[in-house]
Nanobody, 125 residues
């Protein structure tokens, strides 16, 4: 599976962005998907995840109630809608896919075996 993330950019605090991650490979619909982010000088952290069917979603407390993860298996694409953005949301956002389910749980970064190149989100105050 190859992943291509896009949709990042510069936005003012309080604004919204929708990130997209397009996947190649005919097993996309059976992959669990996740979004992670990495701010300068910090570890990569979990943001959100969605099951292969789309029926289960998980969020980090820091983005819960402000973000929605979804996937369209007909388009091989996973989305992350982020609202009420804050300067602390500034980071490079990565999408990830797990072909063997959530080894270690949805937020365990090493359980994902495919990663996109990242898209930069900058939130100005």
């Amino acid at each position: 599976v190859q992943l291509q993330a896009c949709g990042g950019g510069l936005v003012q605090a309080g604004g919204s962005l929708r990130l997209s991650c397009a996947a190649s490979g005919n097993t996309f619909s059976r992959n669990v998907m996740g979004w992670f982010r990495q701010a300068p000088g910090k570890e990569r952290e979990f943001v959100a995840a969605i099951s292969w069917s789309g029926g289960s979603t998980y969020y980090a407390d820091s983005v819960k109630d402000r973000s929605t993860i979804s996937k369209d298996n007909t388009k091989n694409t996973v989305y992350l809608q982020m609202n009420s953005l804050k300067p602390e949301d500034t980071a490079v956002y990565y999408c990830a896919a797990g072909s063997s389910g959530w080894y270690g749980g949805p937020s365990y970064r090493y359980g994902y075996n495919y990663w996109g190149q990242g898209t930069l989100v900058t939130v100005s105050s």
